[in-house]
C-alpha cells in the first residue's frame, strides 16, 4: 500500500508540472496567469506565446498523463501479483496526474482545466487497454466534430467530457471505469464554469474566426 500511495503522489506532481507557466517566464517573461484568460492551460499558452508555444505546451500537457499510466504505470509490476487489478490502479494513477495538473502545487493548487493531461492518460491506457481505443476515437470523433461547427475549444472539452461515461457504458467498460469516468467529466465541466458562463452570454472567443 504504501508503494501504491509513493506512485500516486509521483504522478500527482508529474501532473502539477506547469507547463504553460513555466512557458510564459522563459519566452516572454510573463506570468501567463495575468495574461489571456488566466489559464494555466495550452489554448491560452497558443492565445498568449503563440502557435509553436501553444503546441509544445500541448504536447507537454498530453505527455504528463501518458507517461503516467504508461511508465510509471509499469512500475505496478514490479511489486508482485497481488495487485490483481493493474488496469484500475493505472487508471488511479492518471486520475492523480489530472488532479496535478488542475491544481498544482507549484502554483497554489490553481492549474489547467486538465483536457489535454486527461488525454493524455485516455491515450495510455488506450494504449494497454485495447477496449479503450474505440472509446478514446469516439472521443476525438466528438471533440473535433463539435470544435469544426463551434471553432470554440471550452464547448467541445465540456462536450467531449460528458460524452465520455456514455461510451464506457455504451462499450461495457467495468462500473470502477464507469464511476472514474463520471468523475472525471465533472472535473472539467467544473473547471469551465467560467467558460460555460461566457458562452450563455454570447462572449465566449472562437480559437479561429
Not at 492523480?96 to 486527461?118: D, E, P, Q
Not at 471553432?151 to 461515461?165: D, E, R
Not at 461495457?172 to 460555460?196: A, C, D, G, M, W
Request: aromatic share 12%; proline share 1%; charged share 10%.
Amino acid at each position: 500500500m504504501l508503494i501504491i500511495i509513493l506512485l500516486i503522489v509521483i504522478s500527482y506532481l508529474i501532473g502539477s508540472i506547469p507547463t504553460a507557466y513555466i512557458f510564459g517566464r522563459l519566452i516572454k517573461g510573463i506570468d501567463i496567469r495575468k495574461s489571456g484568460s488566466g489559464n494555466v492551460g495550452a489554448t491560452n499558452a497558443l492565445r498568449v506565446l503563440g502557435k509553436a508555444a501553444g503546441v509544445t505546451v500541448l504536447l507537454l500537457d498530453i505527455l504528463k498523463g501518458f507517461i503516467v499510466v504508461i511508465f510509471i504505470g509499469n512500475l505496478i509490476g514490479f511489486f508482485g501479483s497481488k495487485f490483481q487489478n493493474q488496469a484500475d490502479l493505472r487508471l488511479i494513477l492518471g486520475m492523480s496526474c489530472i488532479a496535478g495538473h488542475i491544481w498544482t502545487v507549484f502554483l497554489n493548487f490553481k492549474g489547467g482545466k486538465g483536457i489535454a493531461t486527461t488525454f493524455g492518460v485516455l491515450l495510455g491506457l488506450a494504449t494497454v487497454i485495447p477496449g479503450l481505443r474505440i472509446i478514446l476515437f469516439l472521443i476525438i470523433l466528438t471533440w473535433l466534430s463539435v470544435f469544426f461547427i463551434t471553432k470554440i475549444v471550452s464547448i467541445s472539452s465540456v462536450v467531449g467530457a460528458l460524452t465520455l461515461p456514455i461510451y464506457m457504458l455504451l462499450y461495457r467498460q467495468s462500473l470502477f471505469f464507469i464511476i472514474s469516468s463520471v468523475i472525471l467529466s465533472t472535473f472539467v465541466i467544473y473547471r469551465h464554469k467560467s467558460n460555460l458562463k461566457r458562452l450563455s452570454q454570447g462572449k465566449e472567443s472562437r480559437l479561429f474566426k
